[in-house]
C-alpha cells in the first residue's frame, strides 16, 4: 500500500485547510491522521473506523475543529481543519491499518505511513 498525503501549507490563526491522503493497493480496517511538531514526538489526531464511516475518534485538542473522513470509492483520506491554531503546527501525516478499535490512537497499530505534509499556522 502507498499513501500519498498532499493539502499542507501556510495559514493564519483561525483559517482553515483540507489535507488529502490518496491510498494506492489493499484497503485496511482503519485510517488515521498523526501529527509531529518540531521538537515533539508523533501524536494522534483522528481516525476512522471500517469502511462506513461511522467510527470516528479525535484527540482531544482537535475535537470540534477537525474532521476526518475518506471517500471508499476513490480510496481517499481526508482531514478538514477549522479554527487552526499555532499549536497545530507540524507535519501531518496519514496512517492506514487494522488496529483494534480500543487501539486506533496508537502509532504502533499502523503498518503504512504517507510520507507527511506540512502544516503551518501563523499567529
Known amino acids: 500500500v502507498q499513501l500519498q498525503a498532499s493539502g499542507g501549507g501556510m495559514v493564519q490563526a483561525g483559517g482553515s485547510l483540507r489535507l488529502t491522503c490518496a491510498a494506492s493497493?489493499?484497503?485496511?480496517?482503519?485510517y488515521a491522521w498523526f501529527r509531529q511538531a518540531p521538537g515533539k514526538e508523533r501524536e494522534f489526531v483522528a481516525a476512522?473506523?471500517?469502511?462506513?464511516?461511522?467510527?470516528?475518534y479525535y484527540a482531544d485538542s482537535v475535537k470540534g475543529r477537525f474532521t476526518i473522513s475518506r471517500d471508499s470509492a476513490k480510496n481517499t483520506l481526508y482531514l478538514e481543519m477549522n479554527s487552526l491554531k499555532p499549536d497545530d503546527t507540524a507535519v501531518y501525516y496519514c496512517?492506514?491499518?487494522?488496529?483494534?478499535?480500543?487501539?486506533?490512537?496508537?502509532?504502533?497499530?499502523?503498518?503504512?505511513w504517507g510520507q507527511g505534509t506540512l502544516v503551518t499556522v501563523s499567529s
Open positions: 496512517a492506514a491499518g487494522n488496529p483494534i478499535t480500543s487501539y486506533v490512537s496508537a502509532s504502533g497499530g499502523y503498518s503504512s
Open positions: 476512522i473506523v471500517s469502511y462506513s464511516g461511522r467510527g470516528k
Open positions: 493497493g489493499s484497503t485496511f480496517r482503519s
